[in-house]
């Protein structure tokens, strides 16, 4: 909880501000039961106007005295409360932009989503709630205790009893309440998860008719989060028949003690007036306090999530020099003995690979479902680091390299074309920031998509939805590779990318990647692309199997072979 605090530290000079203010406002509550009584012992009951008169306008006075510093304490308690939520939530993104994918896989995106929002808010609610009350509640108790010592200690002596016996049931409500929200948040979470799975699947679900099912599970998610957050507001609801009955109680026992003390001349009415009066606000601090508490203990729960994230390691540690510049960039890759499994898997997906590619060489990837294509690549823009051998570019071991000076020099295209809100302009310069408009456009012409663009009504400023739902498979498949080649990089990864392209457009795409001279990696299972690579590794259950051009595979692997008579047989039955 300090840690996430500690953000407050911004803001010191508002803070303060507000607790003075705050101060303030205690000071006018906890005198006024003390004028009451003046008004009421010297004034109603001596039927001296004079008395009223004076005390009731300072009473009026301190009034409104109190009631300016309410507004302008709320004003810096919002002011501070939003800017602490800025920070923190800028610092969990930040450190998320930093993550590795194995922290990813421990913080799943619909948690991290919950973090980064509902937490935040929960301990912004906690601030601002801090700056406006939660000192003044408990200053008012203690405050409120030692005024009624002060008014009439004999009688006063009742709450000093009764209040520690309240202070320690809160204390157990707090430890209660903590473990309560925390799971409330998980339950959050869960529902964030279906909530995204549901939007991002919905094309599928009611393709297959899935949506009875998706109802489902989402009221299964919805009814655990009632349930928790039942179970957790059960808990505050305990507080209020608690207070009440020690308050009415404490009450009732000031009231008949007191009406011995008046009786015996000991003490007069306006005391009573007054204890009695400081027993209700003492009871109305403590249901105040109890709400506070709860919020604590909520953003308690919330502070530990934060915390998660922002103290996680992140385990793929940029390198400790080498920022390569481009010039200085060739792109040879070579893979020396490498091994690679996930990191939250002991098993190997990736066996002693080793090879060498050249500046410019083009290697084709080609494998059967789940040999390792996907794996392989992502070791060469340290997306994961391999489990033990390593990989270098131009003889540099790349852990040792800058992560965005290597980064830079790469252009990857994934097998699933994502592409961003906004237009096809930006989605483009998504690769290189200050591309001009005639770098775009060469681009997007090298990617066989100029000509789309072009057609569709906006052009280049033609805006598409989120995961670019407007375009076609294919469509998409060029944007993404526009949005690689804008970098000109020097190794550029093609991970299945061209799959939903006809032939001739991929031959066209693969022609101006070559006069691009970079070294380029392409996963395909179109024998077509395959044969005009340089060099051709076949990969088996995570080993290369064996590694050559077309013409020595065709001659010397049988698996080799097998592929290229299936797809040549195709090819010749689809043209007959
Ligand atoms: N994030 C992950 N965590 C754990 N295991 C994974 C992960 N991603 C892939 N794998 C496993 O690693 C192995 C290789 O997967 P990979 O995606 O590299 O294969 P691939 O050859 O690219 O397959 P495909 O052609 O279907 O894309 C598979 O057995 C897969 O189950």
């Known amino acids: 909880m300090l840690k996430v605090l500690s953000f407050l530290r911004a803001y010191k000079k508002p803070v303060y501000i507000a607790l003075f203010l705050m101060l303030v406002e205690l000071f006018v509550e906890l005198w006024h039961p003390l004028l ?14 004079s ?26 308690a919002a002011h501070v409360s939003q800017g602490f939520g800025y920070d923190v939530r800028k610092s969990l993104f930040d450190k998320v932009q930093s993550f590795s994918f194995a922290n990813l896989n421990r913080f799943p995106t619909s948690s991290l989503i919950t973090r ?45 009893v009764t209040m520690p016996l309240l202070f320690l049931f809160m204390v157990w409500l707090m430890g209660r309440g903590v473990t309560l ?21 919905m094309r599928l679900i009611k393709a297959f008719l899935r949506k009875t099912h998706e109802q489902n599970r989402f009221a299964k998610a919805s009814q655990e989060l009632k349930d928790n957050t039942i179970g957790a507001l059960r808990l505050i609801e305990l507080t209020m028949p608690v207070l009440l009955l020690v308050m009415n109680i404490s009450i009732l026992f000031i009231l008949w003690f007191g009406s011995f003390q008046v009786t015996s001349g000991e003490a007069n009415i306006g005391e009573i007036v007054a204890l009695v009066n400081y027993a209700t606000r003492i009871m109305f601090a403590f249901s105040v306090f109890s709400f506070i508490l709860m919020n604590l203990a909520r953003a308690k729960a919330s502070s530990s999530r934060i915390v998660e994230v922002l103290e996680a390691d992140v385990d793929l540690l940029d390198g400790e020099g080498l920022p390569l510049h481009k010039d200085q960039f060739q792109g040879s890759v070579e893979f020396h003995k490498v091994s690679f499994h996930y990191p939250d898997t002991q098993v190997e997906v990736l066996k002693d690979l080793t090879f060498k590619v050249k500046q410019g060489e083009t290697v084709a990837i080609l494998g059967a479902t789940g040999s390792g294509k996907t794996s392989l690549f992502q070791l060469i823009p ?3 680091d391999p489990t033990s051998g390593a990989v270098t570019i131009d003889n540099h071991d790349i852990k040792r390299l800058k992560l965005t000076s290597l980064r830079k020099q790469i252009g990857y295209v994934p097998q699933e074309s994502r592409l961003f809100s906004g237009t096809i302009h930006e989605n483009i310069c998504w690769g290189k920031e200050d591309a001009t408009i005639d770098e775009v456009i060469e681009a997007a012409k090298a990617a066989q998509i100029h000509g789309t663009i072009e057609n569709l009504p906006n052009k280049y400023d033609t805006v598409i939805g989120q995961k670019g739902v407007n375009l076609s498979g294919g469509q998409k498949q060029r944007l993404s590779i526009a949005r690689a080649l804008i970098r000109k990089p020097k190794i550029l990864l093609l991970d299945d990318s061209t799959s939903a392209l006809d ?22 299972q179109k024998i077509s692309t395959v044969m005009v690579a340089d ?24 698996l080799y072979q097998k592929i290229y008579d299936s797809q040549h047989h195709q090819e010749v039955a689809s043209n007959g």
């Not at 799971?183 to 549901?198: F, G, H, I, P, Y």
């Not at 060099?535 to 049988?558: A, M, N, P």
């Open 36 to 49: 009451m009584a003046k008004i009421i012992d010297d004034g109603i009951l001596k039927n001296d106007l």
């Open 51 to 76: 008395v009223v008169l004076i005390w009731g306008g300072i009473m009026m006075g301190l009034s409104f005295v109190g009631f300016g510093a309410g507004i302008i304490n709320s004003f810096y």
């Open 116 to 160: 980064l929002t509902n937490d935040v808010s929960q301990i912004q609610g906690l601030v601002f709630m801090g700056l406006r009350i939660m000192a003044r509640a408990p200053l008012l108790v203690i405050g409120g205790v030692i005024m009624a010592l002060i008014v009439n200690w004999k009688l006063a002596l009742i709450l000093v």
């Open 181 to 201: 929200f925390r799971k409330v948040q998980e339950k959050l979470d869960a529902v964030n998860s279906v909530m995204r799975e549901n939007l991002a699947g």
């Open 382 to 384: 340290r997306l994961y």
């Open 503 to 524: 032939l001739q457009t991929e031959g066209k795409i693969l022609e101006a990647i070559k006069e691009l001279s970079c070294t380029t990696f392409i996963i395909t």
């Open 535 to 558: 060099k051709i590794i076949l990969l088996e259950d995570g080993c290369i199997v064996d590694l050559g051009d077309h013409h020595t595979l065709l001659h010397r692997s049988e």
